[in-house]
């Protein structure tokens, strides 16, 4: 199976700062279509989770520029600019290139 | 809108069956793999199954394999999870998913296993 590391475990963070979270991959995630199908997810407090980025750099609809997702192979970075309240939550980074399909352990955001 | 809504949920005890499912809305669902994801109470997220399109093929991870078994009605949009010989462990709230990019969650449906 493919182990999903992600650091840090949490993060506190002030209104208007940037922080970046990171997502190691056991193997490679480039799939055999030449994608890599790695994805960042929040989860607010009491809701399901959200897709925010897809195939590892590709804003879902509606998500705010502040986020990005950059990476390659087995390396990949999530970043929010400009945090926001509402930003606060889990951050979680996912692969669907190989079977099982597996999930870093999580990054709570508190805000300060 | 895309709508995902989970029912089925409940108390169950060990080594019973329970059965999941999912309906879905706002989207054209056999243009779609579907899956299921669960995340026990207070921990990270583990995903469960997944279904083609057509149904023609599923996959499993070995937690739940032989025991779990995805299928979908196409005709119905609705998404099923049939659980088996249920343990503690498969105690968790259940997430329906559109895609095999995890793009559309549904709110969940908590399913606890206890005697």
């Known amino acids: 199976d493919v182990v999903m590391t992600q650091t840090p475990p949490s993060l506190s963070v002030a209104i208007g700062q940037s922080v970046s979270i990171s997502c190691k991959s056991s193997?490679?995630?480039?799939?055999?279509?030449?994608?890599?199908?790695l994805h960042w997810l929040l989860q607010s407090p009491g809701r399901s989770p959200k897709r925010l980025i897809y195939?590892?750099?590709n804003l879902g609809s509606g998500v705010p520029d502040r986020f990005s997702g950059t990476g390659s192979q087995k390396d990949f970075t999530l970043k929010i600019s400009r945090v926001e309240a509402e930003d606060l939550g889990v951050y979680y980074c996912?692969?669907?290139?190989?079977?099982?399909?597996?999930f870093g352990s999580g990054t709570k955001l508190e805000i300060k | 809108e895309v709508q995902l809504v989970e029912t089925g949920g409940g108390l169950v005890q060990p080594g019973r069956s329970l059965k999941l499912s999912c309906v879905a809305s706002?989207?054209?669902?056999?243009?779609?793999?579907m899956s299921w994801t669960r995340q026990a109470p207070g921990k990270g997220l583990e995903w469960v199954a997944s279904?083609?399109?057509?149904?023609?093929?599923?996959y499993y991870p070995d937690s739940v394999k032989g025991r779990f078994t995805i299928s979908r009605d196409n005709a119905q949009n609705t998404l099923y999870l049939q659980m088996n010989s249920l343990r503690s462990e498969d105690t968790a709230t259940y997430y329906c998913?559109?895609?095999?990019?995890?793009?559309?969650w549904g709110q969940g449906v908590m399913v606890t296993v206890s005697s």
């Open positions: 998913t559109r895609g095999s990019s995890l793009h559309y």
């Open positions: 706002g989207f054209t669902f056999n243009n779609y793999w």
């Open positions: 279904i083609t399109n057509s149904g023609g093929s599923t």
């Open positions: 193997q490679s995630l480039v799939y055999s279509d030449g994608k890599t199908y």
């Open positions: 195939q590892v750099s």
């Open positions: 996912a692969q669907t290139t190989h079977f099982p399909f597996t």
